[in-house]
């Protein structure tokens, strides 16, 4: 009780530097930051740790299969070591060494990378890169929130007025919508490794492959109808910023077409 909390102010001041309606006003949205942005950051340290994992593992896997995409030269020391004992086996049965087939093993030739390991590299390295991203633009946003969260000292009239600056900048500057859309960046990471995953395994085995593909068929499918059906059912609990936001697109489209009928 604010009436209680604060003393009254002297007539015609209820405005004035240090009133109770500042005061107020204060408190109330000391409060509502503080909620606002202990949920933005338990989200993004939620993401950070998430990102961190899945670039280590990641990166496992581009370091490997990495190799692929430049001259193996422990396979062309083997071709040589065969192809030294040809040499011999055909000298010890009378044989000349000139008669053994040379074979052009220069690693300075020209090399070309199967289209397959370029397929793998490139959606590994494109996820990477993607993780790598959230992961920055995540740091990024928990230092801006942090700037916004510290207010100067002054009379509750001015940190009010900072305050509401500060506040309509955030909006301004499209920060929940860039917080909001992070996982998703994440998410499009996770699609892009599966989807290099099951061409890597082809190259193993076809079933396995198939199997996986068709998980990670379901996986999507899943994570597609979880994000519609909120638009479709109010009381659907699988709310998410992704869905906050094509609601809204839906929205302005179903406003723009109904604008466009009237005319």
Same mark, same amino acid.
């Given at each position: 009780?604010?009436?209680?909390?604060?003393?009254? +102010?002297?007539?015609?001041?209820?405005?004035?530097?240090?009133?109770?309606?500042?005061?107020?006003?204060?408190?109330?949205?000391?409060?509502?930051?503080?909620?606002?942005?202990?949920?933005?950051?338990?989200?993004? +340290?939620?993401?950070?740790?998430?990102?961190?994992?899945?670039?280590?593992?990641?990166?496992?896997?581009?370091?490997?299969?990495?190799?692929?995409?430049?001259?193996?030269?422990?396979?062309?020391?083997?071709?040589?070591?065969?192809?030294?004992?040809?040499?011999?086996?055909?000298?010890?049965?009378?044989?000349?060494?000139?008669?053994?087939?040379?074979?052009?093993?220069?690693?300075?030739?020209?090399?070309?990378?199967?289209?397959?390991?370029?397929?793998?590299?490139?959606? $590994?390295?494109?996820?990477?890169?993607?993780?790598?991203?959230?992961?920055?633009?995540?740091?990024?946003?928990?230092? $801006? #929130?942090?700037?916004?969260?510290?207010?100067?000292?002054?009379?509750?009239?001015?940190?009010?007025?900072?305050?509401?600056?500060?506040?309509?900048?955030?909006?301004?500057?499209?920060?929940?919508? #860039?917080?909001?859309?992070?996982?998703?960046?994440? !998410?499009?990471?996770?699609?892009?490794?599966?989807?290099?995953?099951?061409?890597?395994?082809?190259?193993?085995?076809?079933?396995?492959?198939?199997?996986?593909?068709?998980?990670?068929?379901?996986?999507?499918?899943?994570?597609?109808?979880?994000?519609?059906?909120?638009?479709?059912?109010?009381?659907?609990?699988?709310?998410?910023?992704?869905?906050?936001?094509?609601?809204?697109?839906?929205? $302005?489209?179903?406003?723009?077409? +109904?604008?466009?009928?009237? !005319?």
């Amino acid at each position: 009780d604010y009436e209680q909390k604060y003393p009254p +102010d002297e007539e015609y001041k209820e405005l004035s530097e240090r009133s109770r309606f500042y005061k107020t006003y204060m408190d109330e949205c000391t409060k509502f930051d503080f909620d606002m942005v202990e949920n933005w950051r338990d989200g993004l +340290d939620m993401l950070l740790v998430f990102a961190a994992l899945f670039s280590a593992v990641v990166t496992t896997f581009v370091v490997q299969t990495c190799q692929s995409l430049r001259v193996d030269y422990a396979a062309v020391i083997a071709t040589l070591m065969l192809r030294l004992i040809d040499v011999q086996v055909a000298i010890s049965q009378g044989a000349s060494a000139n008669e053994v087939a040379v074979l052009n093993l220069d690693p300075s030739a020209s090399f070309k990378a199967k289209s397959v390991d370029q397929w793998i590299n490139g959606l $590994w390295f494109t996820s990477l890169a993607l993780s790598l991203t959230t992961t920055l633009v995540a740091v990024l946003t928990k230092q $801006w #929130i942090n700037e916004y969260m510290i207010l100067p000292s002054g009379t509750p009239r001015d940190r009010s007025r900072i305050r509401h600056f500060r506040f309509v900048g955030l909006e301004q500057w499209h920060v929940p919508l #860039i917080i909001g859309l992070l996982p998703v960046l994440m !998410h499009i990471s996770l699609g892009v490794f599966f989807a290099g995953f099951i061409i890597f395994l082809c190259s193993l085995d076809v079933v396995m492959a198939a199997s996986l593909g068709c998980l990670t068929g379901v996986g999507a499918l899943a994570y597609l109808i979880s994000n519609l059906l909120p638009l479709l059912y109010a009381n659907c609990p699988y709310k998410t910023p992704l869905a906050l936001y094509t609601f809204r697109l839906v929205s $302005w489209v179903r406003r723009r077409i +109904d604008s466009l009928r009237s !005319h």
